[in-house]
């Protein structure tokens, strides 16, 4: 890989649209914190409030964020990362592998996840990266993800 340009944090959600192609409602990355390149790692912050569309079905008389969905966050953090590398400009990250996945806690409107994830192996189609999220401190999902990165054209073309 090469040498990623040094990005200065922390990132807005405007800049995260610049990077993932994913919007609302499925964005679920709202700000950068961290981002180093030795070791390879992203800190990112979900903050979880009452009026995501999830919660109309996923319980409105308890509502609680859908395990998936955690998941996703971690992912697109991940993604980043991959996506500020000079030669991944303009691929798109597809999940190949979800493994190890425990929750911990539950996660509810009110709550900031703290997304941690550390790159384990970084190529040019994709990457490997063990990946956690924090509420207040305690560990509530923890993962190991597997992406490729592959070219929007191409995607497009196989589909037709």
Known sequence: MTE???????????WIKTILPHRFPFLMVDRVVEISHDPPRIVAIKNVTANEPHFLG?????????????VEAMAQAAAIFMLIQPESKGRIPFFTGI????????????????????????????GKSNARCLVDGQLAAEAQLTCMLGDAQQEDQAAE
């Open 4 to 14: 990623a340009t040094p990005i200065s944090t922390p990132l807005d959600v405007n």
């Open 58 to 70: 996923h319980y409105p008389d308890y509502p609680v964020m859908p395990g998936v969905l955690i």
């Open 99 to 126: 493994d190890a996945v425990k929750f911990r806690r539950q996660v509810v409107p009110g709550d900031q996840l703290r997304i941690e994830v550390d790159i384990t192996r970084l190529k040019r189609r994709g």
